[in-house]
Antibody, heavy 116, light 112 residues
Framework: QVELVESGGGVVQPGRSLRLSCAAS????????MHWLRQAPGKGLEWVAG????????HYADSVKGRFSVSRDNSRNTLFLQMNSLRPEDTAVYYC?????????WGQGTLVTVSS | DIVMTQTPISSPVTLGQPASISCRSS???????????LSWLQQRPGQPPRLLID???DRFSGVPDRFSGSGAGTDFTLKISNVEAEDVGIYYC?????????FGQGTTVEIK
């Protein structure tokens, strides 16, 4: 069965960096686009970034453009999100999700807290 | 960006009764490939979101048939035919026609 497991979250000071990982299993990882989304405490869902199956195309929300970078390693079935220049407003649970037409499978999420 | 607007924000429902959630997009969600990329997701308390409906009306694997989606262009509806206790949660519509992908603000379904 499809499984997505995020890791790398934690508490970080404003201006610092963090790298999230998403380990995928149970499907042809190299065949599908993958995405990162987030949910601030008590708030709704926000799409953050997406990457095509072959890593040739990346897309970002304006709120993270220039600070976050999405990448993937198809040989290791792993998706990454490099987050630089973190701000308090980046505090959220970060989810990775698999793309079919929309987003058909989601991980459990990893919490990122940006605070001094 | 495409703005997604859901109504109502909150929907108190009696067990066994139907519920309906509307979602309106600021632009047509019909893609140049002919598909309409409108999804519905459910988020139960303390859980990650879960896909219910894809491309307006395609029920995802394992989703009970009491959930149905309809609509076209810019107006879409999710219906729950007979609400059960396990349906409590927040429901989101999402468009995947254009980047940035965007969500409605969510509709909370609760039992009266």
């Amino acid at each position: 069965q499809v499984e997505l497991v995020e890791s790398g979250g934690g508490v970080v000071q404003p201006g610092r960096s963090l790298r999230l990982s998403c380990a995928a299993s149970g499907f042809c990882f190299r065949c599908y686009g993958m995405h990162w989304l987030r949910q601030a405490p008590g708030k709704g869902l926000e799409w953050v970034a997406g990457i095509s199956y072959d890593a040739r195309n990346e897309h970002y929300a304006d709120s993270v453009k220039g600070r976050f970078s999405v990448s993937r390693d198809n040989s290791r079935n792993t998706l990454f999100l490099q987050m630089n220049s973190l701000r308090p407003e980046d505090t959220a649970v970060y989810y990775c999700a698999k793309q079919r037409h929309g987003l058909d499978f989601w991980g459990q999420g990893t919490l990122v807290t940006v605070s001094s | 960006d495409i703005v997604m607007t859901q109504t109502p924000i909150s929907s108190p429902v009696t067990l066994g009764q139907p519920a309906s959630i509307s979602c309106r997009s600021s632009q047509s969600l019909v893609h140049s490939d002919g598909n309409t990329y409108l999804s519905w997701l459910q988020q139960r308390p303390g859980q990650p979101p879960r896909l219910l409906i894809d491309r307006v009306s395609d029920r995802f694997s394992g989703v009970p048939d009491r959930f149905s989606g309809s609509g076209a262009g810019t107006d879409f509806t999710l219906k729950i035919s007979n609400v059960e206790a396990e349906d409590v949660g927040i429901y989101y519509c999402m468009q995947a026609r254009d980047f940035p992908w965007t969500f409605g603000q969510g509709t909370t379904v609760e039992i009266k």
